[in-house]
């Protein structure tokens, strides 16, 4: 994309492990209960930062913690004793019932945090987990099991987010995920956190509360050190403590723009080697988050929910070829990639081979084509600033799949042409909620056919439209909303104001996603409400209006 000027920070996008500990697993075992409480402050070793699980397997899940085993060993302190974590997982909140236990060691070597692969769990069932270290006891946890593979499951729902800045407000949107019971596991598409310095992005004078560090994250100190303050939020601890976090990242878990060779925030001459950088936020993201690695170190991955969905999980930023410039032509560049050879063939592969009735894929940025040249030029202003993109002769965005349409061609082809029905994509990045069908030839739709649909879900705080014009919600986007609904017949819904959440609800029938807004970013106290519902049903590749969320 065009840059900014350097007191502009770029966008936020569209609108905008390796852990040194080894895994464990244990077989299913009978034992006594320790006695239950939760660590404070002054206790020295302490769990400060929370419990979490992840990638939930019909036998096993993933939990994590960190331990702080005195008061100098911070997040990316480097300080601290090794320190021994044991963990246990139950059948009951009291653990009177403890199905699995074991032991690892927490190091400085990997900012002392742990996780658990905890395997030989019943399929489809509710577990509660705890750490002890020293005289300390963690926080308990709960979390889920998927179906087995060829459980013919009734239903599966997930709890949908994406793009939460600290700084540009409070996290209430988790909180109010964490408050329901009904969720199968909570799938996070990106930038879970974000690497500016304090009053980047948003500006000083609208930052609600600031970073930690405060300049911008650039070494493994940092990146530890941020999701660390991210951890010490009480809202995104309880959403961890409640359902498994199905996580990928997008590009501020690294900086801004990220690609293959660099970012467009990143400076190499003052910001050191990009392959340094990318390398100290991937060991700390993997370190911090409840995420199984790929083989390949990254986070694409794939995990089913019995014979009703595959979930198939994009990493969008290790393989891509560097972003062009809005038309440059090179968008359509076959030598240019935003998925890398071997991980299209592996989504290609595996969404070929499902039999399952759904396949969901989890994908960081939109891969519906989006043209944004018919909005107002009063409007094409905030909206690039939004975006990202050029102030005038705004067409496509091209950190998307739209600046890498050979890919898209490829993979939306391979969707019609082997006749695979039912294709969910769950995207996130945009900090705006959208409701699309995905054609294969956008100019003559819907004359030509539709090869799957998308759901984007706005962001947990981070800026959009509203907030870039510092009005009301619901007055300008009126305009540009309308705008590119007639310039996109393949759109059929956009929310360019809110923040919040969804809920994806998946049965044999349909696909529903049901977007929720928060009151006010600003107020840790933020209500919730149901904003709209959209649905795909199955065999259709078509969105339609839902009138009522799912009970």
Not at 15 to 37: D, E, I, Q, S
Not at 460 to 470: A, E, G, P
Request: hydrophobic content about 40%.
């Amino acid at each position: 994309m065009t840059s900014l000027p350097p007191s502009s920070p770029r966008r936020r996008t569209v609108v905008k492990a390796a852990a040194a500990t080894a895994a464990v697993t244990v077989t299913a075992v009978a034992a006594p209960a320790v006695l239950c409480g939760t660590a404070s402050a002054a206790e020295t070793p302490a769990f400060l930062h929370g419990v979490a699980s992840g990638d939930p397997l019909p036998d096993g899940i993933l939990l994590w913690t960190r331990v702080t085993p005195s008061p100098d060993a911070v997040p990316g302190s480097g300080r601290g004793a090794d320190t021994e974590v044991a963990w246990e997982v139950a059948e009951d909140r009291r653990f009177a019932s403890v199905v699995a236990r074991g032991a690892t060691v927490a190091r400085a070597a990997s900012d002392h945090t742990v996780k658990a692969d905890v395997r030989g769990l019943r399929q489809a069932s509710t577990y509660y987990f705890r750490f002890t270290a020293g005289g300390a006891v963690s926080p308990v946890g709960r979390t889920r099991t998927a179906p087995a593979p060829d459980a013919a499951a009734p239903g599966v729902r997930f709890g949908v987010v994406s793009c939460a800045n600290w700084e540009a407000g409070h996290f209430s949107a988790y909180r109010h995920l964490a408050a329901r019971t009904d969720l199968d596991a909570v799938l996070h598409l990106g930038d879970y956190l974000y690497e500016y310095a304090t009053g980047d992005f948003p500006a000083a004078e609208y930052t609600v509360r600031r970073h930690e560090p405060e300049h911008e994250i650039v070494s493994l100190a940092d990146y530890r050190t941020r999701h660390g303050r991210y951890k010490s939020d009480a809202d995104l601890a309880a959403l961890h403590a409640t359902h498994p976090v199905i996580a990928i990242w997008d590009d501020h878990e690294f900086a801004n723009d990220a690609w293959s060779g660099g970012a467009q925030n990143h400076t190499p001459g003052t910001e050191g080697a990009w392959a340094d950088r990318a390398a100290a936020a991937r060991q700390a993201y993997f370190e911090w988050m409840p995420v199984r690695a790929s083989t390949e170190g990254t986070v694409y991955r794939r995990l089913r929910f019995g014979s009703l969905a595959d979930l198939h999980l994009l990493d969008l930023r290790s393989f891509r070829s560097q972003q062009t410039t809005v038309g440059s032509g090179a968008v359509d560049d076959p030598e240019r990639t935003i998925t890398g050879r071997a991980q299209l063939d592996w989504l290609k592969a595996g969404l070929a081979g499902s039999d399952t009735a759904w396949k969901l894929v989890g994908t960081s940025v939109m891969i519906s084509p989006v043209a944004f040249g018919s909005v107002p030029a009063h409007l094409l202003g905030p909206i690039a600033e939004l975006l990202g993109l050029p102030e005038e002769g705004l067409a496509v965005n091209v950190d998307q799949w739209d600046g890498y349409t050979h890919d898209r061609k490829e993979l939306l082809s391979h969707l019609t042409q082997r006749g695979i029905r039912n294709t969910v994509f769950l995207t996130g990045d945009i900090h705006m909620a959208w409701a699309n069908e995905v054609p294969v030839t956008a100019a003559t739709y819907p004359l030509s056919a539709s090869a799957a649909t998308e759901f984007v879900v706005t962001s947990v705080t981070s800026d959009n439209l509203d907030d870039i014009l510092h009005v009301p919600a619901g007055t300008v986007s009126v305009v540009a909303s309308a705008a590119v609904k007639l310039a996109n017949r393949h759109v059929k819904w956009v929310d360019m104001d809110h923040h919040g959440y969804g809920v994806l609800d998946v049965t044999a029938e349909r696909a529903q996603m049901d977007y929720y807004t928060i009151s006010d970013r600003t107020d840790p106290e933020a209500t919730t409400s149901w904003a709209r519902s959209y649905r795909t049903l199955s065999g259709t590749q078509r969105v339609e209006r839902a009138e009522e969320p799912v009970r």
